[in-house]
């Protein structure tokens, strides 16, 4: 077993019979058409390195995908268009089917559940934040919440496989946001209902040693999952419990002290967090370093201050300068690469459009002159994942990343600078 548990995250592409020959070969881009691989990973590797200035404004890649070439608002527009073209017949986003012979580990129906949630579960999301008032939006928005509201509270497919945990997270936070942005709705009672049903659903799916995780790789799986928490989905759904709290759904207050207490010991002097509590032994694995961290550092800095914990200025500032300037070329070097934790410091294509959705999440605490410092670099960061149809992706998942990839795309560009409008 590797020094991820054959990935954690990833042994799981091992359920995939073409894995063997997957692993033998670098086809990080072969199931993009529009996308080739234009610069050596030993030359983004140097970018990094030569990446030392904190204030310096670099561009992420001199080497832009021609569908990154489009500004702030175009882009916004067109990826809610393909989030209207691309939504299922029953409201929700996203498909088990793949064309590709290998995925990693989600059997069925569990997990292919839980995928279809956690990404219905984001593109609510990210139709709530852009904010765009044509009635095509608003009734995707509106079909995607009954898609919700009738199937988010989704059953683990095993003892092994809890990926319904996410689902939770995502689906709590687009109710609560939906909740809060209309209290007195036509929904509002069935949105206070499955709200408090998931929070319920969080208590039981609650890892022993505080947090939460997807993947229990213990010999004897548990009721509750005893294996192992990760930081980062510790942080998805942290956030979405203190949205529920801010909405009146009654929250155990244990469940969010022991999440709390988690991610606080999940943090490294050096401002990383660990992956998962069981590489507390190891603090300097790569994945562990600042490096292998830029993608969920902010995620887990933002849930920290959600919950009542105070987060100095400085560290959001440092982190988003780790995933922005010092380290973005390592980050961008793992997109699309299909096999998990491949890349420099073990990082996953997954990791990306999440830590920059959630980067935005603190782009907007800091000063208005370090958005407009960092602000660009986001949006050029985001675009770099940008297709000619207007979606966007950052790895290989079935049928689920151009859903999951345009949400989080979406969430962080509608919070940069100039989004709006002056």
């Known amino acids: 077993m590797s020094a991820l548990r054959t990935s954690v995250l990833g042994l799981l592409a091992s359920a995939a019979p073409a894995l063997a020959h997957a692993a033998t070969s670098r086809t990080a881009f072969a199931a993009s058409p529009s996308r080739t691989p234009e610069t050596p990973a030993v030359a983004l590797e140097q970018d990094a390195l ?6 310096q404004s670099v561009a992420v890649s001199g080497h832009e995908p021609p569908a990154s070439k489009v500004d702030l608002r175009t882009a916004i527009r067109t990826g809610v268009q393909w989030l209207i073209k691309n939504q299922n017949p029953d409201g929700s986003f996203g498909t088990h089917l793949t064309k590709r012979p290998y995925e990693v580990l989600a059997s069925v129906p569990g997990s292919q559940d839980a995928f279809l949630v956690a990404t219905t579960g984001l593109c609510v999301m990210a139709l709530q934040d852009v904010r765009d008032p044509s009635p095509e939006a608003r009734r995707a928005r509106e079909r995607a919440l009954d898609f919700l509201l009738a199937n988010a509270a989704v059953k683990r497919q095993s003892g092994m496989e809890h990926y319904n945990v996410w689902a939770f997270g995502y689906a709590l936070r687009a109710l609560t946001q939906e909740l809060a ?4 709705g036509p929904r509002a009672a069935s949105l206070r209902e499955m709200s408090k049903k998931l929070v319920a659903k969080l208590v039981d799916y609650q890892t022993t040693d ?3 995780g997807y993947l229990s790789l213990d010999e004897v799986p548990t009721f509750h999952p005893s294996d192992t928490s990760m930081s980062f989905t510790t942080a998805t759904i942290l956030i979405g419990i203190q949205a529920a709290a801010a909405t009146g759904t009654d929250v155990p207050a244990g469940l969010k002290v022991k999440a709390v207490d988690h991610l606080k010991r999940s943090r490294l002097p050096d401002g990383a967090f660990l992956y998962g509590e069981y590489l507390k032994y190891r603090p300097r694995m790569d994945i562990n370093e600042r490096k292998g961290s830029a993608c969920r550092t902010p995620a887990c800095l933002f849930a920290l201050e959600a919950c009542g914990e105070v987060v100095p200025e400085t560290e959001y ?9 010092r380290h973005a070329a390592l980050q961008r070097a793992g997109i699309r690469e299909p096999i998990p934790h491949r890349s420099f410091y073990s990082i996953s294509g997954y990791f990306y459009l999440y830590g920059h959705a959630y980067a935005a999440y603190v782009l907007a605490r800091l ?3 370090d958005q407009d410092r960092l602000g660009p670099l986001l949006e050029k960061a985001v675009l770099y994942c940008r297709e000619p149809d207007g979606s966007f992706w950052d790895y290989p ?4 990343h151009d859903a999951y990839g345009t949400a989080y795309a979406l969430i962080a560009l509608a919070r940069i600078p100039g989004a709006r409008g002056p």
Do not use: H, I, M
């Open 50 to 55: 030569e990446q030392d200035a904190p204030t």
């Open 181 to 184: 942005n209309a209290p007195d």
């Open 210 to 212: 505080g947090g939460w």
């Open 317 to 325: 500032r440092e982190a988003l300068e780790d995933l922005l300037v």
């Open 367 to 369: 000063p208005k002159a």
């Open 397 to 400: 998942l079935y049928g689920y």
